[in-house]
């Protein structure tokens, strides 16, 4: 079953070189870890191995299928976090390596270190949904990202998010752009969500869509 970080808790994860590994066919929304406290992920290991691995061997029809879905504080220093979940789940569903709501209080994700990857979707998703609270990413060098980043207003409105790119690597999968501005409901006046590019290796350049 799923792991759930409570909001009153502050958690390390060291993976000291092992794989925590789930292949399980969803019929709900689903994420391997849900944060809503503040998660720290690592690996100790010399050999850097480490791994976060899930799929979804259903066909993503219940919607989000996620490695770690965080509402929170997430921090990652090392380590490998995977979805593997195939390109039928892809079609139907949004199955993320990392996926961050940030519609109950502030979020941020601070990678500065290990390899975000999504097979078949984007590795990354920033779901923005409030002019409240917001939702900010920020990348560092030594960070890995396989597939695209989604900075995703989920309104009518304007809702708050950053994506602040200090340094790392950068590689598309199934997207065709690093980074995509996405809008849930396309009628939007506003948008609210800003980016800043300040470093990093872009393989193939940078590309943005919407």
């Not at 976090?81 to 519609?103: K, M, Q, R, W």
């Not at 109950?104 to 409240?132: D, K, P």
């Not at 030594?142 to 597939?147: D, E, P």
């Not at 980074?179 to 849930?184: E, S």
Request: proline share 1%; charged share 15%.
């Amino acid at each position: 079953e799923g792991i759930v970080i409570p909001a009153d808790k502050t958690v390390t994860l060291d993976l000291a070189g092992y794989t925590v590994s789930q292949t399980k066919e969803q019929t709900a929304g689903y994420q391997m870890i849900l944060n809503d406290g503040t998660l720290t992920i690592k690996d100790s290991s010399d050999e850097k191995t480490g791994k976060l691995s899930y799929t979804d061997s259903g066909n993503g029809g219940e919607y989000i299928s996620d490695v770690i879905y965080n509402r929170s504080v997430l921090v990652i220093d090392g380590g490998t976090i995977e979805n593997l979940s195939s390109a039928t789940v892809a079609t139907n569903g949004y199955p993320h390596a990392v996926d961050t709501y940030s519609g109950i209080r502030n979020t941020s994700v601070t990678i500065n270190g290990g390899t975000i990857y999504c097979a078949e979707y984007s590795a990354i998703r920033m779901f923005c949904v409030s002019a409240t609270y917001t939702a900010d990413l920020v990348i560092n060098e030594g960070a890995i990202v396989k597939g695209a980043i989604d900075m995703q207003n989920g309104t009518l409105a304007a809702a708050l998010g950053t994506l602040t790119i200090n340094g790392g690597t950068f590689e598309t999968t199934k997207n065709a752009n690093n980074i995509r501005f996405a809008n849930w409901n396309g009628g939007a006046t506003e948008y609210g969500i800003t980016a800043s590019v300040k470093g990093g290796f872009f393989k193939g350049g940078i590309t943005t869509q919407y």
